[in-house]
């Protein structure tokens, strides 16, 4: 059974850092493509982050580019995200994804999903 737990969300002010994990099991870690997602209320899920399987190929629309950094550690079975000068339009649930083929980081490519952690940013 698939597995996925995302952690080390919270509360931050506008401008401040926080990294999310997402522990894998259940699953060969290492063959897939991993991605990170957000939904704020009354708003569509919109991919944040995707990195391949190996690691060496990353994705992030123009909203957070520059400011977030996914990576894994494969031996860990663990994602990470690296958010930095974190905004209030910033604040939403965020969610570990994983796909077994993917190509940039749409919802619809990925097959297992986690229960998400909250991110809020205040101004």
């Known amino acids: 059974q698939v597995q996925l737990v995302e952690s080390g969300g919270g509360s931050v002010q506008a401008g401040g850092s926080l990294t999310l994990s997402c522990a894998a099991s259940g699953v060969t870690f290492s063959g897939y493509c991993m991605g990170w997602f957000r939904q704020a209320p009354g708003k569509e899920r919109e991919g944040v982050a995707g990195i391949y399987a190996s690691g060496l190929t990353t994705y992030y629309p123009d909203s957070v580019k520059g400011r977030f950094t996914i990576s894994r550690d494969n031996a860990k079975n663990t994602l990470y995200l690296q958010m930095n000068s974190l905004k209030p339009e910033d604040t939403a649930m965020y969610y570990c994804?994983?796909?077994?083929?993917?190509?940039?980081?749409?919802?619809?490519?990925?097959?297992?999903w986690g229960q998400g952690t909250q991110v809020t940013v205040s101004s």
């Open positions: 994804a994983a796909a077994k083929y993917c190509s940039g980081i749409y919802a619809s490519q990925y097959n297992y």
